[in-house]
């Protein structure tokens, strides 16, 4: 099937930005250039550009939207929060515009284009990439950001606010819950591990170590150097595979944290085939708290997110901007983890 052609597409095309393309679709001909006509003309014949009637109807529409750009929907926690941005936005008048992006740049910022041509002005951006610097040029456009799940830097090069949990916490107290139940060899398993957020919880995992005087094993942590991608699709999957290669080992580890609640089901389906008890022959611990992580068999321990109150508060900082209300530039509210202790940890056997 042919992909629709985008105003992106054109802009790139006619070598414009996606603005100007904008105003030539919408009959603000005094703010372009002949020439620039032309190209832009140009472009939409070369490429049969068509333009999308619904993204018309959201330009002329009397409705205001907001953006979201999450990794995938595939993680339940995604879903979940999407909701209540959704439940939130809706409070204040507001619908969203989802966007399944898996964590990939390029992808990202067409989404953020389109609906910036559409007359979109504020996204939620939820995949707590290291680099965030290719909506700079969007945000000086006026385009609205508030990321989640994604602690500042000091060399940010986009103005923004943000919201999230505090990721090295919620690892840190997940390490040491481990710890204080004996436990020495302790693996932690993740996808790749360049995202803000899995990076603060790798260094959780590994300060709670320090602490505790344990010499850390670089072989312990396992995030799928051979795979490509962040795992946001496949998450079961590379727990089960982290699962093969640390539990077949002559020492494997007696107790695995994970990066999120997905690669710890992953962990259990691999172990169960192995023929390792939960939490018997090892102890597992997860992070976000999705509703599966209290059915699954046996109950899993994991670090919760407040979902609702971080959809809220993310919300909020959006609408506020749009709004035009008096806001302090910079803002960033860290929400405290909570460990939620059920059976899927114990004390070692060896």
Request: charged share 25%; proline share 5%.
């Amino acid at each position: 099937m042919k992909e629709r052609v985008t105003i992106v597409d054109v802009a790139r095309r006619a070598g414009v930005s996606v603005s100007t393309v904008s105003n030539y679709l919408n009959g603000r001909m005094n703010l372009i250039k002949d020439k620039t006509r032309n190209r832009i003309k140009q472009a939409i014949e070369e490429l049969n550009y068509r333009p999308n009637p619904v993204a018309r109807q959201l330009k002329t529409g009397s409705a205001p939207f907001i953006g979201l750009v999450v990794p995938s929907v595939a993680n339940p926690f995604y879903g979940t929060f999407a909701h209540h941005v959704e439940v939130e936005a809706a409070k204040r008048g507001f619908h969203v515009l989802l966007g399944n992006c898996c964590r990939d740049p390029e992808r990202e910022r067409e989404f953020a284009e389109e609906l910036v041509a559409y007359g979109v002005r504020g996204i939620v951006f939820g995949s707590s990439l290291a680099d965030i610097s290719y909506l700079s040029d969007l945000a000086k456009e006026g385009l609205c950001l508030v990321t989640f799940d994604r602690s500042l830097t000091n060399s940010e090069h986009v103005q923004f606010d943000g919201v999230g949990v505090d990721n090295r916490q919620g690892v840190y107290i997940a390490t040491r819950h481990l710890l204080g139940l004996g436990h020495r060899r302790i693996a932690f398993v993740s996808g790749s591990i360049r995202t803000v957020n899995r990076l603060d919880r790798l260094t959780g995992y590994e300060q709670a170590l320090r602490d505790a005087g344990v010499e850390e094993d670089p072989s312990l942590i396992w995030q799928g150097e051979t795979v490509e991608g962040f795992g946001d699709f496949n998450a079961i999957q590379l727990g089960k595979q982290a699962a093969y290669q640390l539990l077949t080992r002559s020492e494997r580890p007696t107790g695995i944290v994970t990066v999120n609640d997905m690669f710890a089901l992953g962990v259990y389906a691999g172990a169960k085939e192995l023929g390792v008890s939960i939490p018997q022959d090892l102890s597992v611990v997860g992070f976000d708290d999705i509703e599966l992580a209290e059915i699954v068999e046996p109950p899993l321990t994991t670090v919760r997110q407040p979902i609702p109150l971080l959809a809220s508060k993310a919300v909020e900082l959006l609408l506020n901007r749009l709004e035009g209300k008096e806001v302090r530039e910079g803002q960033y509210y860290m929400f405290p983890p909570e460990l939620i202790v059920r059976r899927s940890t114990a004390e070692p056997k060896y």
